[in-house]
């Protein structure tokens, strides 16, 4: 029986040999041909590129996908080990019909799972839940397709250091793989774009993740980081999360550089290079700084809901260049190809930095000044946290506006804070933004005042 828990909004994820087996793994394979096979003419031949990361238990599942796919009758190609961004640019570059990778992301690495992909556009929502009915009632048709290994690391290497070209003027960057898949390709970009003086952190493949979990997001995980710029005196530092779709990012400083803000600076480097009107997508976690920076400078910020695959379907829909969230997920259509890619985002931060004679501390310093929080979460069950949600905009709009475009984003004039329902786990989601951190405290205070009224512990 497949666990319905592992199918969640974005994804497919869960504890290996608890939730998910080669034997899931195949049903997921021959659910996804299925779902293929239906939606297209009868008798034409389908493709779907397949890769996995470097997790010890990928191997596996990626042969159970591989099996079921070929019984549902579409062929593979099957790009071996890689970071999720080699597969996308594989499925981009072969116009295959689908793509799988095996993956787990960021989660810790008795993990794993798979993101789907049809076309251009991710696989989410009602859409994984068609799988799992799917896999669940073993609702298949069978084939018998064939697989094509191929190699495309140098491929992708190739691509992203041509579209970034050469740097404008020699910098010191060190980047920290963590271990990951992206640790298969870091050093080969760096030197692509022409780095004689970058350090590279962690760039041996371990899906044990011996030295710190990869998840950029987490402060604690970008020390060796920080210390690192801070000691070689580099001009930036750049990370990627397990598979390296998600980017994190440090100063000349040393200073973390959250997502919105990366976000904001690629957005700026877009309206600059192009001009007023153009448009970049943002989630609702990000900072009040970026609507207020590029829509200053002539750009158009929209805001969406939170999840990378509602970012990339949103930006798509407005024909944005550029769109992206708090957690790292950013997307480029800007001389690319559209999804998100953290190692593609990290050689154009550095190229960013090389074409102007600031410093990127200078350049963050521009910007305004806001305190915020980082993102908080408050436990509530998947039958109640909607219904918080839905009394939460009804009560404060009482007093403020309420952006709820995904949850309630209460605006108090001087700062502003969130509740979200979060999609994938049985958690509320909070951030709050100020000017300074006693307004902090105050706007938090009042939205977690009003949290515990509805028995919701404080973070």
């Given at each position: 029986m497949v666990n319905p828990h592992i199918f969640r909004q974005y994804d497919i994820r869960g504890v290996v040999g608890r939730d998910i087996?080669?034997?899931?793994?195949?049903?997921?394979?021959?659910?996804?041909?299925?779902?293929?096979?239906?939606?297209?003419?009868p008798g034409r031949i389908l493709r779907v590129a397949l890769g996995q990361d470097n997790r010890l238990s990928s191997p596996e599942l990626a042969a159970g996908v591989r099996a079921g796919l070929t019984s549902a009758g579409v062929n593979v190609l099957d790009v071996g080990t890689v970071p999720t961004p080699a597969l996308n640019f594989t499925a981009a570059h072969e116009h295959t019909d689908g793509a799988i990778q095996v993956t787990g992301s960021h989660n810790?690495?008795?993990?794993?799972?798979?993101?789907?992909?049809?076309g251009a556009s991710s696989l989410y929502g009602k859409q994984i839940q068609e799988i799992y009915r799917l896999a669940s009632n073993a609702e298949f048709v069978s084939g018998s397709g064939s697989v094509r290994q191929e190699s495309v690391l140098d491929l992708y290497v190739d691509d992203v250091a041509t579209?970034?070209?050469?740097?404008?003027?020699p910098l010191k960057v060190v980047a920290d793989a963590g271990n990951g898949a992206g640790a298969l390709v870091a050093r080969k970009l760096l030197d692509g774009l022409g780095?004689?003086?970058?350090?590279?952190?962690?760039?041996?493949?371990?899906?044990?993740?011996?030295n710190h979990h990869p998840d950029p997001v987490v402060d604690k995980n970008l020390q060796h980081l920080v210390e690192k710029v801070r000691e070689t005196k580099a001009d930036l530092g750049v990370a990627f999360d397990g598979d390296a779709d998600r980017i994190g990012a440090v100063d000349d400083r040393g200073e973390i550089v959250r997502g919105d803000t990366l976000l904001l600076i690629y957005g700026v480097d877009l309206v600059e290079r192009h001009g007023p009107g153009q448009k970049v997508v943002f989630d609702v976690k990000c900072s009040q700084a970026l609507p207020d920076v590029l829509t200053e400078m002539g750009g158009e910020a929209i805001m969406s809901a939170t999840g990378h695959s509602l970012i990339k379907q949103r930006m798509k829909d407005e024909g944005a260049l550029l769109a992206g969230e708090l957690s790292g997920h950013i997307m480029f259509a800007d001389n690319y190809y559209g999804f998100d890619d953290a190692?593609?985002?990290a050689c154009l931060l550095i190229s960013i930095v090389a074409r102007s004679p600031k410093s990127l501390?200078?350049?963050?310093?521009a910007f305004p000044r806001f305190v915020s929080t980082s993102e908080l979460r408050y436990p509530a069950t998947e039958e109640a946290k909607f219904g918080i949600v839905t009394r939460a905009v009804e009560h404060f709009k009482k007093r403020n506006?309420?952006?709820d475009v995904d949850g309630a984003r209460v605006l108090f004039g001087d700062g502003w804070g969130l509740?979200?329902?979060?999609?994938?786990?049985?958690?509320?989601?909070?951030?709050?933004?100020?000017?300074?951190?006693?307004?902090?405290?105050?706007?938090?205070?009042?939205?977690?005042?009003?949290?515990?009224s509805e028995g919701v512990s404080p973070a």
């Open positions: 087996d080669a034997s899931v793994a195949e049903s997921i394979g021959r659910s996804f041909g299925t779902l293929l096979r239906r939606r297209s003419d810790p690495p008795e993990y794993n799972g798979f993101k789907l992909g049809l579209r970034i070209g050469p740097l404008s003027r780095l004689t003086d970058a350090r590279c952190l962690f760039c041996e493949s371990d899906g044990t993740f011996p190692l593609f985002a501390s200078e350049r963050l310093a506006e309420v952006i509740i979200r329902a979060s999609n994938t786990e049985p958690v509320l989601v909070g951030r709050f933004e100020a000017r300074d951190e006693a307004r902090l405290a105050e706007i938090r205070e009042t939205m977690e005042g009003w949290l515990r």
